[in-house]
Nanobody, 117 residues
Framework: QVQLVESGGGLVQPGGSLRLSCAAS????????MGWYRQAPGNQREFVAT???????AYADSVKGRFTISRDSAKNTVYLQMNGLKAEDTAVYYC???????????WGQGTQVTVSS
């Protein structure tokens, strides 16, 4: 079992920045990758960014060049630095962890990001 707790969401003006955090606990040694997804009202949950245990990263085209995923292994925490935020980035952001033993990923509870003037 892996537990994920997100933090760092909030209200920001267009062009602003936020950094989301996701702290993992439990069977963290089984984690093979961690990432971020988001879901806006009326939309399906969509991929944002991911980082494998070896450090390989991938991003959705819509956030490339603006968002950066990183991790602090000592703190078992993954971050999503979001710069140049746009209104269309408004969504609930969910942390996700894939493991070597579970066919389904683990999810956090989500954190709201609202980009508005």
């Amino acid at each position: 079992q892996v537990q994920l707790v997100e933090s760092g969401g909030g209200l920001v003006q267009p062009g602003g920045s936020l950094r989301l955090s996701c702290a993992a606990s439990g069977s963290i040694f089984r984690i093979t990758a961690m990432g971020w997804y988001r879901q806006a009202p009326g939309n399906q949950r969509e991929f944002v960014a991911t980082q494998t245990r070896s450090g390989i990263t991938a991003y959705a085209d819509s956030v490339k060049g603006r968002f950066t995923i990183s991790r602090d292994s000592a703190k078992n925490t993954v971050y999503l630095q979001m710069n140049g935020l746009k209104a269309e980035d408004t969504a609930v952001y969910y942390c996700n962890a894939a493991t070597s033993t579970s066919p389904l990923p683990y999810w956090g509870q989500g954190t709201q990001v609202t980009v508005s003037s």
